[in-house]
Each structure stands twice: as C-alpha cells, then as structure tokens.
C-alpha cells in the first residue's frame, strides 16, 4: 500500500524554522518524484518545492526559493523540507505528494506538473507573528 505521512508542523514565531517529514512506504523514495505543496484557509493549493527520481535535482517556484530547501534521504525513504525565516503568511497545512514529474514547460518557464496522483494527510504549520 502507497502510503506518504507528514509530521513535523507545529507552531513557531515569526522567523523561526521547522522542519517537515514526509515519510513514504509501499515504493522507493527515488522511484517517483516528491513534491511539497501548501494550501491556506481560503486559498488554492500551491508548490513549494519537489524533488526528482533520477538524480534528485531541485525545483522551486520563484517565490519558494532562498527559504525553503527539500532534500531525500534514500536509507530512510523520506524526502524533508526545511523552512526558515518562517512568516505569518508561510501559515497552511503542508502535505507531500508523489508523482511522475516535477514540473511541466508553459511558455513562460516551467510550473508544477498536474499529475501528483498520491498524497499524504498533511500537516499544519502556524507562523505567529
């Protein structure tokens, strides 16, 4: 069974870091992509950084980069994402998903691909001001 658990949200002042886990079992780590996605109250789901299964490079949307770095621990089977210089508006639930490819070329640059098929439960990150 495809299983993707998060833990590591919680609450943290402005400024501060947290470290996210998104810990996978029924497949290899490296066999699929892992991306980091967000959604806050009222808002539409957005990315925040994912990884490849080949070489495990990085993708970040321009406004995830500098804050936030993903990473994979193969041994482990889990992909991490550090946040630091967390802000009040970093505030949403945080899951991790799994898919074929990271991103998809627009005819401006490139933007998250669609077909993220399997996802975790998600965890709450609340940045206090």
């Known amino acids: 069974e495809v299983q993707l658990v998060e833990s590591g949200g919680g609450l943290v002042h402005t400024g501060g870091s947290l470290r996210l886990v998104c810990a996978i079992s029924?497949?290899?780590?490296?066999?699929?992509?892992i991306g980091w996605f967000r959604q806050a109250p009222g808002k539409e789901r957005e990315g925040v950084s994912c990884v490849s299964r080949s070489d495990g490079s990085t993708y970040y949307p321009d406004s995830m980069k500098g804050r936030f770095t993903i990473s994979r621990d193969n041994t482990k089977n889990t992909v991490y994402l550090q946040m630091n210089s967390l802000k009040p508006e970093d505030t949403a639930v945080y899951s991790c998903?799994?898919?074929?490819?990271?991103?998809?070329?627009?005819?401006?640059?490139?933007?998250?691909?669609?077909?993220?098929?399997?996802w975790g439960q998600g965890t709450q990150v609340i940045v206090s001001s």
């Open positions: 029924g497949f290899s780590v490296d066999a699929q992509v």
């Open positions: 998903a799994a898919g074929s490819s990271c991103t998809i070329r627009t005819v401006t640059g490139f933007r998250f691909a669609p077909d993220f098929g399997s």
